[in-house]
């Protein structure tokens, strides 16, 4: 399969749980996709949102969305999400789609402001991260970080820490707000398997 991606971006989370799952994928990185151009092109083909990450599969199907491709991903490997019958499945589920529902959106509208508000987009970001903020409390809230987010089985929902500690509001504020989530990214980043490809994201 091919992963159209820029290192360090939210195809990162994705090119993760390939490797945690074992799944071999080719990355064709499309840096620059975000701005008119040939790799803007590229990606529109196959994904009308134009966002990373975008799967293509090895049959040619197009899938996006990082909580479907975890979906797809956990078909394969289920061992990457807690087991049917026990509550943490639940946890892991609601946690999941919590996340891309509600902290993701806020970097579409505060990355790109001269979208949304185009005659003041000044306010937008600061806005966006401070709503961001909020929600990160919450889930941290949620989270047992015994080391992982839902207790000692690693999950694909520790990917998603692991990444995005590393994205606005930053390490810093994360490790003086949020200790689940540090302790949690400290896990992960601290796994051999993943060594690899979170050093080629830049988050190691
Ligand atoms: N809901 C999507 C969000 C993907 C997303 O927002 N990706 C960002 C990069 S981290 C992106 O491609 N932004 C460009 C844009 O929205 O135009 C997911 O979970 O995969």
């Known amino acids: 399969m091919k992963l159209y991606g820029v290192p360090g971006w939210g195809s990162a989370i994705s090119e993760a749980m390939l490797t945690l799952a074992d799944i071999p994928y080719q990355f064709v990185n499309v840096d620059g996709f975000d701005q008119p151009g040939p790799q803007r092109e590229l990606l529109k083909k196959l994904n009308p949102l134009c966002q990373v990450p975008t799967l293509e599969l090895e049959n040619g199907q197009i899938m996006t969305e990082t909580a479907a491709i975890a979906l797809m991903v956990l078909d394969r490997c289920p061992d990457l999400a ?17 996340f891309v529902a509600n902290v993701y959106p806020t970097f579409t509208f505060a990355d790109y402001p001269e979208r949304w508000a185009p005659t003041a987009p000044g306010e937008l970001p600061k806005n966006c991260i401070e709503y961001r903020k909020s929600l990160y409390l919450w ?3 949620q989270l047992k970080a015994a080391p992982f987010a839902l207790g000692e089985q690693l999950t694909l929902l520790d990917v998603y820490i692991a990444v995005a500690r590393t994205w606005g509001p930053r390490h810093d504020w994360f490790a003086a707000n949020t200790p689940n989530i540090t302790a949690i990214a400290d896990s992960v980043c601290a796994l051999p398997e993943l060594h690899k490809v ?5 988050i190691i």
Do not use: H, M, T, Y
Not at 82 to 98: D, H, N, S, T
Not at 198 to 202: D, G, V, Y
């Open 198 to 202: 979170l050093k080629a994201n830049e």
């Open 139 to 141: 889930f941290d809230s």
């Open 82 to 98: 807690p087991p049917v019958g026990k509550a943490e499945r639940q946890q892991f589920q609601r946690l999941l789609i919590w």
